[in-house]
Nanobody, 120 residues
Framework: QVQLVESGGGLVQAGGSLRLSCTAS????????VGWFRQAPGKEREFVAS????????DYADSAKGRFAISRDNAKNTVALLMNSLKPEDTAIYYC?????????????WGQGTQVTISS
């Protein structure tokens, strides 16, 4: 069992940066591919980024490429998402997830989410 808690959300002006963090409990965190998803008001949840268990493979949605960077620290059971050049359309609840399937839709474990709001 893995429990995930996100932090770092907030209100930022367009063009600014935010760093989201997710802390996991459970000894098996380092086994899993982990990642971030987001859900904007009135929209379905969508994939943002993922990172493999050993950090050698990362994957990004087209909307995140070149602006966001995902990283993890298995010794600390954390995964981070650095978001730069933020846009109003990045406004959403951001969810940390572990045990991602290859379809960019499903995951075994989910956090509760953290709100990110980008003002224009």
């Amino acid at each position: 069992q893995v429990q995930l808690v996100e932090s770092g959300g907030g209100l930022v002006q367009a063009g600014g940066s935010l760093r989201l963090s997710c802390t996991a409990s459970g000894r098996t965190f380092s086994w899993y591919r982990v990642g971030w998803f987001r859900q904007a008001p009135g929209k379905e949840r969508e994939f943002v980024a993922s990172i493999s268990a050993s950090s050698d493979v990362t994957d990004y949605a087209d909307s995140a490429k070149g602006r966001f960077a995902i990283s993890r620290d298995n010794a600390k059971n954390t995964v981070a998402l650095l978001m730069n050049s933020l846009k109003p359309e990045d406004t959403a609840i951001y969810y940390c997830a572990a045990g991602l399937a290859n379809d960019r839709l499903r995951a075994a474990y989910w956090g509760q989410g953290t709100q990110v709001t980008i003002s224009s």
